[in-house]
């Protein structure tokens, strides 16, 4: 059956549905335009806040998140920060364009930003053997320190201060940064006083050995939210790449980002939402599986 736009037009296609997106005007399909309307460049007024954003690598946990949120937000200029943990995104808003000041206080952090539009790269395994070098060596170091002590209990007391030291310098090191980002009790620094504690009383074993089982705990914590995300980056990836436009009695497949204010644009029956909008058909079937989490369309 014919679909009908506000303006009494007939749209002749069978079972699908015509939106129009959010924000929108009328359609202009007159005898003096056909076209679509374009988009008119928006004059930020001055002190107006403007919106950055970036992809963040090497976050592992929510606080892990917050501390991105924390080191961005000591940057002078910054009004509002924003990490959306499962999709690794940071969202900055700013007076001014303080995209490099975001960046080197980011990667001060330890953490890595890529820009939005560049393609993700491939999340890397937690159990890959180069990543995990540093916990594999400090594991050998445990178990030659734990050999020396059964014969020599003093060289075993010193092998197991050099492997927590050997553990601990990485560990310290990231407690440091954090510090320098506003993030002065985070885990790595608790960990570092845990450690230098037991030291002082003389539980060297036990110095070493809650330094192997913390970095155990990060990597199996770094898998669990990598099959999270990857959970998320398939529902996302649900989303069409491109939009029906309709313009006059013209239908025009166009991408996402060429869509503006005032575009009508046509779904077909069951067919996934390419973008926010109003319904302007009186029939409609969509594809809600992306926000239902169901396998059949409903």
Same mark, same amino acid.
């Given at each position: =059956? ?10 002749? !296609? ?44 090497? =976050? ?23 990490? =959306? ?57 445990? &178990?030659?320190?734990?050999? #020396? ?8 007391? =010193?092998?197991?201060?050099? !492997? ?48 192997? #089982? ?28 491109? &939009? ?30 390419? &973008?926010?909008?109003?319904? #302007? ?18």
């Amino acid at each position: =059956m014919p679909t009908l736009t506000p303006k009494g037009k007939t749209v002749p !296609t069978f079972g699908t549905s015509t939106l129009k997106p959010l924000n929108a005007q009328a359609p202009c399909c007159g005898d003096a335009c056909c076209a679509s309307p374009s988009p008119q460049p928006k004059v930020l007024p001055s002190g107006a806040n403007q919106r950055y954003s970036w992809h963040v690598q090497g =976050m592992d946990c929510a606080a892990c998140a917050r501390k991105v949120e924390n080191a961005a937000r000591q940057i002078s200029g910054v009004s509002q920060v924003q990490v =959306m943990f499962a999709t690794e995104k940071l969202v900055v808003d700013a007076t001014d364009d303080v995209r490099q000041q975001v960046e080197a206080a980011i990667r001060k952090a330890g953490y890595t930003l890529s820009d939005t539009s560049a393609p993700k790269s491939a999340p890397v395994s937690p159990f890959a053997w180069r990543d995990n070098l540093p916990l594999i060596g400090l594991i050998g170091l445990m &178990a030659i320190s734990w050999l #020396l002590a059964q014969f020599h209990p003093a060289a075993g007391e =010193m092998a197991f201060i050099a !492997t927590t030291l050997v553990g601990l310098w990485p560990i310290a090191r990231q407690a440091v940064r954090l510090m320098r980002s506003g993030n002065p009790f985070a885990i790595e620094t608790l960990m570092s006083v845990a450690a230098i504690g037991a030291l002082f009383i003389g539980a060297t074993a036990e110095a070493a050995m809650v330094l192997v #089982l913390f970095l155990i705990g990060e990597r199996l914590e770094g898998w669990a939210a990598n099959r999270a995300r990857q959970g998320v980056s398939a529902l996302i990836a649900l989303k069409p790449e491109t &939009a029906t436009r309709l313009n006059c009695d013209q239908r025009e497949t166009v991408a996402l980002g060429e869509l503006h204010p005032g575009d009508v644009i046509e779904v077909a029956a069951g067919g996934r939402l390419p &973008a926010d909008g109003k319904l #302007l058909s009186p029939f409609a079937s969509f594809d809600e599986s992306a926000l239902t989490g169901e396998s059949v369309p409903v």
